[in-house]
């Protein structure tokens, strides 16, 4: 008799409990799949150069440098037959790989702070 009311009072527990773990799934699943949307996206603009924005800049070897031969971003020698990035106005170069990982962040000159002009990489656009 007494085993049968506390089964009674157990099962329903159990069963809430069981809908409410799966409710609570439901609903972290929901919130973090719909939060991500409503979260400020990354300004790909602001926050640096695109690849395509990258593919502009010009593209030397060590051996073209004409401002020192020290990448600023890793503070390595950039070899003669190494790849480097110009960056213009300023002409200043680094290794390829450290001005594209850096200008990819941030849209100016890691060495001194030149701001990359955005007429730059719509200039290819001009009739002439
Ligand atoms: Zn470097
Ligand atoms: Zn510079």
Redesign the pocket.
Known sequence: MLGSVLLAVFLPCIGMSAALIVYMCLLYYFTDHFSDPALPAKPASDSGLSPSQLDKLPRITGKELVMGNECAVCLDHIGTEQPARL?PG?N?AFHLECADTWLSEHPL?P??R?KLDPALFSSSQNPC
């Open positions: 960056v300023c200043h000159c060495l001194c030149a």
